[in-house]
Nanobody
Framework: QVQLVESGGGLVQSGGSLRLSCAASERTFSSSGMGWFRQAPGKEREFVAGVSWRGGLTTIYYADSVKGRFTISRDNAKNTVYLQMNSLKPEDTALYFC???????????????WGQGTQVTVSS
């Protein structure tokens, strides 16, 4: 199982920015994608953003709630995926998890490996 280590979380004011990083312990070429999920207190874990690859084609996905504000990117050489978060809102406050996808969807059931999570707190 791939080991994932997230970093970059913290406390930021509304409207601010943070950049999350997720380093994988090995190459994830055998997987079908990497992405980010988040879980707020009392809520279910939800998909945030993902990048998938198949046959040389890379596709990026975003949840509607973060489109236009968050950007996911991947550095193949470093086995790392990033999440640039701009115009942060208090409702973005959550524990953010990096994930390696083993299936074909962005549901939690198709995630093969999870990171330990990094906390993002946005104050109003």
């Amino acid at each position: 199982q791939v080991q994932l280590v997230e970093s970059g979380g913290g406390l930021v004011q509304s409207g601010g920015s943070l950049r999350l990083s997720c380093a994988a312990s090995e190459r994830t070429f055998s997987s079908s994608g990497m992405g980010w999920f988040r879980q707020a207190p009392g809520k279910e874990r939800e998909f945030v953003a993902g990048v998938s690859w198949r046959g040389g084609l890379t596709t990026i996905y975003y949840a509607d709630s973060v489109k236009g504000r968050f950007t996911i990117s991947r550095d193949n050489a470093k086995n790392t995926v990033y999440l640039q978060m701009n115009s942060l809102k208090p409702e973005d406050t959550a524990l953010y998890f990096c994930a390696v996808r083993s299936g074909s969807s962005w549901s939690g059931a198709d995630v093969g490996s999870w990171g330990q999570g990094t906390q993002v707190t946005v104050s109003s």
